[in-house]
């Protein structure tokens, strides 16, 4: 078995979002690939006709480009990219003295020297071919949009700031301070927040079919839509224009806006006027989506104060809205669209004992149903689009690769996979087939009379219960509200290809089993979850799957919380850990990250609840550390701070444990640049071997040692 490469992270792409357009004949998608040279993503919108009759066209390479939408009449497509300003709009322009500057200078710089272009609004003419041509021109960018039903205007969400707040965005962006009033002062990935509002705009004809970019001066703005609530940053408005006229969206219009969770659905008319709610509070709403013929509005509806409750699908009749999956004890899968077929029924995504599963339902008799049985338990949908009769989606297999698919709609209910479902691209062949792929099983184990699943990957010459006793990684999943099931991970083959197995449990306190698997960790972290894990990996061992002295952590955001609680409960469980992005002392996090309504949800304020909120801090328990520690962080994550993961790191290495340290100071909650994604995985696997009892008898260097660098 030859090991995969870590550098062939750079030979990955991944794919994105899917659209198909009215007819159904041509699927839209958006890829992430790797640019080595500048050392970041690169985004990239393809179009294939979902037949399969050739392969996908790109029509672009481009930072950020997302969010591809089919204008009604499928002539056309829409998405969203931070490209150089459209060079037909510099045509006729007053030339200025200065030549190179007028060059240089970035489309929605908005006069405040920027060097990066903002995100705005991009049309293809699929038609009549050529570039595509920049519809807006907003000064902070376009965050969303959504065709209007005559395909002649669009509707978008920008931000629109005074003139005071304009010069304190100068301000800060020529280094000021930071200067709030707001309790939801930051959010991850978008930094520190400010009082600027968001709005919706219409956007007219002139600029749609590309004759003059429109800005906040010349489209028209809908005064009573607006954006607010804590996460509004991140969310958005989520505008769907229906075929009435009306055009949804959600936002949050009652008292302290920084301290819920709580949004509403409302609809405004297009020529502006007064926002109407839908609903009235007590909900978390995302994604309304009207039918065909505008008479009903679909959209997710979670509580806004436990996120154990499964977050269902809703439908407003014109009169009321009804929940049409909350028998299901299920939740809506994290980014579920909704996709009508037709005025009385829509498809859907559900998180269903560790599977998404495709649902249809009902809108007029509140009902549902699972589909699309051909999905099998080795892969997940990572994705669905419907558009005339046709259905695409992300198919993602541990050992096939991660691509979209295609087939018609009234096919997703074989039971078999049906001769229809085509393969629309195969975006990682060299990937799959040069290198060795894991191979997948899901695995059941008891626990405190529950039934726990996993998903356990091993590489293709592993037999378990033959073969002998391999190492294992435990690698857990964030959240802790997720789920694991079969995917595409080069992170898992390249951990298989050195011999691992990779064990992904499915720990309670998780979703896909319903409320009660999920609340048993509600306002209790590093106990159900804990023991979990660590009867997934004692059954691992006792089936004879598993070496003792070779098991290792890993895992982000909540996955690095869950091994504070193993190395500080079970302190001779792992061989070594990894814990990477995580909280370790709640007490001291709030206030510091992005997630204090969660944190009063589950505990309530840090004085009110100091018990609770210390026996679920892993860091009261770090004197009876051994097991070496890699901790990791982002410098710039604003959900769990680096704060919590130098204070691990210092607490464990005075406690006498063996630990590494290792910040990506410019990212967030994530590892976005290839070359922090490769680092991380040499560390990780550095950090195996260095602790690894059968690579360490048998003298091997310590792949962490480096000579000093001359001066």
């Given amino acids: 078995m030859s090991e995969l490469p870590l550098d062939a992270y750079y030979d990955l792409t991944q794919i994105g979002e899917i659209a198909v357009s009215p007819d159904g004949d041509r699927a839209a998608f958006t890829t992430n690939e790797s640019d080595p ?60 003295d200065d030549e ?13 020297g920027e060097e990066e272009p903002k995100s705005q609004v991009w049309v293809f003419d699929l038609a009549l071919g050529g570039d595509a041509s920049q519809v807006t021109d907003f000064a902070e960018g376009v965050r969303e949009f959504d065709w209007a039903p005559d395909g002649e205007r669009v509707v978008v969400t920008a931000r629109d700031p005074t ?23 930051k959010l991850d990935g978008a930094g520190y927040l400010d009082t600027v509002t968001s709005y919706l705009f219409v956007v007219g004809e002139g600029a749609v ?20 609530g804590a996460f509004e940053g991140l969310s958005g408005l989520q505008p769907d224009w229906g075929a009435d006229g009306e055009i949804a969206f959600v936002s949050y219009r009652r008292d302290d806006p920084d301290s819920t969770l709580e949004t509403d659905v409302f609809t405004v008319p297009p020529d502006g006027g007064d926002a109407t709610a839908i609903t009235d509070g007590g909900l978390n709403c995302n994604s309304p989506t009207w039918s065909p013929d505008g008479e009903r509005l679909a959209f997710a509806a979670g509580d806004d104060e436990n996120w154990c409750i499964p977050t269902e699908a809703r439908v407003w009749n014109g009169e009321e809205h009804v929940s049409v999956t909350g028998d299901l004890d299920r939740t809506l899968a994290r ?17 269903d ?24 338990d080795d892969r997940a949908v990572t994705g669905l689009a419907i558009g005339g009769g046709t259905a695409a989606m992300g198919l993602s297999h541990p050992s096939e690769g991660h691509d979209p698919y295609a087939l018609p709609v009234d096919e997703l209910a074989a039971e078999a996979e049906p001769d229809s479902l085509t393969r629309l691209a195969e975006v990682n062949a060299g990937l799959t087939d040069e290198h060795e792929m894991p191979e997948v099983r899901r695995v059941t184990f008891e626990n405190d009379g529950w039934e726990i699943s996993g998903v356990l990957y091993h590489p293709p010459e592993y037999e378990p219960g033959e073969s002998d006793p391999a190492p294992t990684v435990c690698a857990i999943h964030g959240g802790p509200v997720s789920y694991d099931e079969p995917v ?41 979850e804990a023991s979990d894990i660590a009867a997934g990996i004692e059954s691992l061992v006792d089936r004879g799957w598993t070496d003792p002295d070779r098991v290792f952590g890993y895992g982000f955001s909540y996955g690095g919380i869950a091994q504070g609680f193993l190395v500080t409960q079970y302190p001779d469980l792992l061989t ?78 005075q406690a006498g444990a063996d630990c590494r340290l290792v910040v990506y100071e410019d990212e967030h909650h994530n590892i976005g640049d290839p070359d922090r994604a490769i680092h991380r995985l040499e560390e990780i696997t550095a950090w195996y071997r260095r602790h690894d009892p059968a690579v360490s008898d048998s003298g091997a260097d310590d792949p962490h040692d480096r000579e000093p660098t001359e001066e």
């Avoid at 790109?58 to 969203?80: K, Y």
């Avoid at 003139?163 to 002062?185: C, I, K, M, N, W």
């Avoid at 050195?498 to 309670?508: A, D, E, I, Q, T």
Wanted: with cysteine.
């Fill in 353 to 376: 004992e560790a599977r998404t599963r495709v649902l249809r339902c009902d809108a007029s008799d509140a009902d549902w149903e699972r589909t699309f049985e051909a999905q099998g």
């Fill in 488 to 528: 595409f991970s080069f992170a898992h083959a390249a951990l298989t290809s050195r011999g691992y197995l990779v064990f992904r449990p499915n720990y309670r306190g998780g979703s896909s089993f319903g409320r009660k698997f999920c609340e048993t960790l509600h306002g209790q972290w590093g106990t159900v």
């Fill in 209 to 228: 079919l590309g004759d003059e970019a429109a800005d906040a001066d010349s489209a028209r703005k809908l005064e009573d839509a607006y954006g607010r």
């Fill in 37 to 96: 040279d500048a050392d970041e993503p690169v985004s990239s919108l393809f179009v294939v006709p979902t037949d399969g009759s050739r392969d996908p066209h790109r029509l672009t390479r481009v930072s950020g480009a997302g969010s591809p939408q089919w204008s009604p009449d499928g002539d056309r497509l829409g998405f969203l990219a931070a490209r150089d300003e459209d060079s037909d709009l510099r045509v006729g322009r007053e030339e200025t």
């Fill in 576 to 653: 070594a850990a990894a814990p990477e992005h995580g909280i370790y002392d709640l007490r001291s996090a709030y206030g510091t990250d992005d997630s204090h309504i969660w944190m009063e949800n589950e505990y309530g304020y840090p004085w009110e609840n100091p018990e609770a909120i210390d026996a679920s801090s892993a860091i009261t328990d770090i004197g009876n550390v051994e097991t070496p520690l890699l901790v990791a962080a982002g410098g710039q994550d604003w959900r769990c701070p680096p704060s919590q993961s130098e204070q691990l790191y210092v607490a464990a290495k």
């Fill in 100 to 112: 190179d500057e007028e060059e240089t200078e970035p489309n929605g710089a908005g006069g405040n």
């Fill in 335 to 351: 980014g579920a669209s909704f996709e009508w077929v037709d005025d009385e029924r829509f498809y859907t995504l559900v998180g």
């Fill in 163 to 185: 003139d005071a707040e304009s010069a304190y965005l100068d301000e800060r962006r020529d280094g000021g301070p930071v200067e709030t009033e707001r309790v939801q002062h």
